[in-house]
């Protein structure tokens, strides 16, 4: 699995937009860019994944660049209950997960 | 969302004594995956399950572990003779389609 880079920590004001970027740029033709997220110990929870297009669902927006060599996780309107570890994750279809350390996104009141 | 159900959600166990975690899923899954994170660590891939066999495994996933889907519903992670570093969060997760990974709440193991 190609190997991602993260900030360690990032800050946001409530009702912001939070932007995560992630690295990826020994990302694979067949590799899809995955997000995850893990509020205090709790098991991560799938956020939105991406192959070539950007991606919109419910919880955020993903920005994928045209070389597929970084993306950007955006949470449109931040809470305090998207306060996490924030992990991009790149691999094959239905295969395992590889997390790195992701970043820690303090959203402030 | 397919809901994952890891019992207990807490386990304390004297080193030495053998462990049973469970996962139940709600809905008819093929494909299962055990992850487990060590307190401040990341979340590391222990193995995967597919139609009742191991699919694939990770060099931490040793003889001391095995897993089995014994009644085609529970899903079960077996460590035989704990150490005192197995004591982590140990994860059970299901595919709801070819990407996403639902996870459980996890099992948090204390070895002593």
């Known amino acids: 699995d190609a190997k991602t880079t993260q900030p360690t920590s990032m800050d946001c004001a409530e009702g912001r937009a939070a932007n995560l970027p992630c690295n990826h740029s020994?990302?694979?033709?067949?590799?899809?860019v995955y997000w995850y997220r893990q509020i205090h110990s709790q098991g991560p929870q799938y956020i939105i994944h991406g192959l070539k297009n950007n991606e919109t669902n419910e919880m955020a927006s993903l920005i994928i660049t045209e070389d597929r060599k970084s993306s950007t996780l955006i949470l449109p309107h931040a809470t305090l209950r998207d306060t996490a570890v924030y992990y991009c994750i790149v691999g094959g279809s239905g295969s395992r997960l590889t997390f790195g350390e992701g970043t820690q996104l303090t959203v402030n009141p | 969302e397919p809901e994952v159900t890891q019992t207990p959600s807490h386990q304390v166990t004297q080193m030495g004594q053998e462990v049973i975690l469970r996962c139940v899923p709600i809905s008819n899954h093929l494909y299962f995956y055990w992850y487990r994170q060590i307190l401040g660590q990341k979340v590391e891939f222990l193995v995967s399950f597919y139609n009742n066999e191991i699919s694939e495994k990770s060099e931490i996933f040793d003889d001391q572990f095995s897993v089995e889907r014994p009644d085609g519903s529970n899903f079960t992670l077996k460590i035989r003779s704990t150490k005192l570093e197995d004591s982590a969060m140990y994860f059970c997760?299901?595919?709801?389609?070819?990407?996403?990974?639902?996870f459980g709440q996890g099992t948090r193991l204390t070895v002593v």
């Open positions: 997760a299901l595919h709801g389609g070819p990407y996403e990974a639902f």
């Open positions: 020994t990302i694979s033709g067949n590799e899809y």
